[in-house]
């Protein structure tokens, strides 16, 4: 928690200093208004604080970072190799989903509330692009929205069924 804050204010002064040292901080071709790289390390301040602070479960709230870490992650390999351009393709979600129900395997119970989660993201991924072009949410990014969503999800769902 203490270095992803750290990272976060880090990363929001060298937007407003030198926005170009950092890719994502306005040296990514996408101007300093898509800030992914510290909106990342901010979703984990508070996906950790919730999951991990507040009701106890430190696997489980990784895992909701981890499907933005590594689902989103080769979700844009495939992008890149594909379809050579930043455009949301059913092939990455495919992938991204793959990616979300492993991990919702390996570290999440029960499981398909984890998988419900994965996709949740997945989904998440796939539309904020089309949110962030939204005027009053010109901010938003898919970094900070993956894992918050895919908290709300499983931490919900486990508050819904009684397991939490």
Do not use: H, Q
């Amino acid at each position: 928690m203490i270095l992803a804050t750290l990272f976060t204010l880090m990363l929001g002064v060298a937007n407003k200093l030198s926005p170009r040292m950092f890719r994502g901080t306005g040296g990514s071709g996408r101007g300093t208004a898509a800030m992914s790289e510290m909106w990342f390390p901010l979703a984990m301040m508070v996906t950790w604080g919730v999951g991990w602070g507040v009701f106890n479960k430190p696997l489980e709230a990784t895992a909701c970072v981890l499907f933005m870490a590594w689902g989103d992650c080769l979700t844009g390999w495939v992008r890149a190799f594909r379809y050579k351009t930043a455009t949301k393709g059913i092939e990455g979600s495919g992938v991204m989903l793959v990616v979300s129900s492993l991990i919702a395997w390996a570290f999440m119970s029960p499981v398909w509330l984890g998988i419900l989660s994965g996709l949740a993201a997945t989904i998440t991924e796939y539309i904020c692009g089309d949110v962030s072009k939204v005027k009053f949410l010109r901010w938003a990014d898919d970094n900070f929205f993956i894992p918050v969503i895919a908290g709300l999800v499983y931490f919900g769902g486990l508050y819904a069924i009684g397991k939490l």
